[in-house]
């Protein structure tokens, strides 16, 4: 049996879900997937149904009755991860924004002590290929944002490619997690940051996705703006709650 888990949400991804399950599998290190899918209308779940008969021990599948959002998606994924006992749990997008390769990475540095691990964008500079300089601009400023606000040392707070050791997703409280877009990423962060987990950032080159549809919007956006500012207050005057 694997120690890893890799999670992947899903909506929409018939275009890249089977190269990206075969390039997760194609790694040296023996990884299992997850898809977490909200039954997407495009047949994505349809076609890891598919794969299964030939990754039948290494390939899951749960499939959400509807669209819930990139942060239900991840809880969700995060305790059937426990209680299958994985010592190290990822997350990743579908799209090769984020290349499989770099799994091993972030097993590394968690390995090496680490308890969570981050494919930052922004350590190194800006690591961004085929983004809009709008997008680089907004990107780069949420990180800063985040953290002037928040006190974290992580360069880049809203990343989406992450290796959390099993101990640490224990013993943050998932189901009082408030955040469902991208802010989650920062909520989840902010909480490994709380409870003094080492947090290590592993740079990485994120490009932007060739096939499929983008998810952001301006709601997302918004949460992230208007949510790190009360997380923060939260923090403060509900420690033993929080």
Known sequence: MSDSLVIIPTYNEIENIEAIVKAVFEL??????????????DGTADAVRKLQSEFSSRLFLEVRHEKSGLGTAYIHGFKWAIEK?????????ADFSHNPQDLLRLHLACKNGADVSVGSRYKKGVNVVDW?????????????????????????????FVCYKRHVLTTINLD????????????????????????????????????????????IIKEAIWGVFVMKLRSMFQKNRF
């Open 176 to 219: 009082s997690i408030r955040f469902v877009g991208y802010a989650f990423q920062i909520e989840m962060k902010f909480r490994a940051y709380l409870q003094n987990y080492k947090i290590e950032e592993v740079s990485i080159i994120f490009r932007d996705r060739v096939k499929g549809k983008s998810k952001m919007s301006g709601s």
């Open 85 to 93: 006992k994985y010592d190290y749990i990822f997350e990743m997008d």
């Open 28 to 41: 040296r290190r023996d990884f299992h997937v997850l898809i977490v899918d909200d039954n997407s209308p």
């Open 132 to 160: 809009p300089l709008y997008r680089v601009l907004l990107s780069y400023g949420a990180s800063v944002y985040v953290k002037m606000i928040t006190g974290m040392r992580v360069h880049d707070p809203t990343a989406g």
